[in-house]
């Protein structure tokens, strides 16, 4: 008798996949990497980054954002507030920049089992040294 084929899907992800900032690797897990493209676009955190890059001295907390909310990776996390406030600067509303897509590249981390690493381009294994 075999097996009926395992789902993994918004209901059950956080069943099979760890999220790195929350939980430790246990014995048998890897750590994988789900990467994409994304935009950020209209949203409260864009509304939140703008509010910030009006203050003196939020650019830490603007890349923070992009870092912990948005999964940016970290030049992007850089990249994307300045690309902001370079926009504002240069006469574009707060409308305009709420409208206005900002393509990032995303990532975020997991903890495993081998076997459920999806065989999918944006998913990939990061090898990790037992010290």
């Known amino acids: 008798m075999t097996e009926p084929e395992l789902i993994i899907d918004e209901t059950n ?3 099979y996949f ?3 900032r929350n939980h430790t ?4 897990q890897i750590m994988v990497r789900y990467s994409a ?3 950020f676009v209209s949203s409260n955190e864009k509304k939140q980054m703008i509010d910030l890059l009006h203050m003196p ?5 603007a890349s ?3 870092k912990n909310l948005l999964y940016a990776t970290e030049g992007d996390s850089i990249r994307i507030p300045r690309e902001i406030a370079e926009d504002m600067a240069n006469g574009m509303t707060r409308e305009q920049v709420l409208e206005k897509p900002y393509k990032y590249k995303m990532e975020i981390f997991y ?5 459920y690493l999806p ?5 990939d294994s990061i090898s990790l040294l037992n010290l």
């Open 64 to 66: 923070q954002i992009m």
């Open 111 to 115: 903890y495993c089992d081998p076997k």
């Open 119 to 123: 065989a999918d381009p944006h998913w």
């Open 37 to 39: 493209i994304a935009e």
């Open 57 to 61: 001295n939020k650019g830490v907390s």
């Open 13 to 15: 992800f956080s069943k």
């Open 18 to 20: 760890f999220d790195v």
């Open 25 to 28: 690797l246990q014995k048998g």
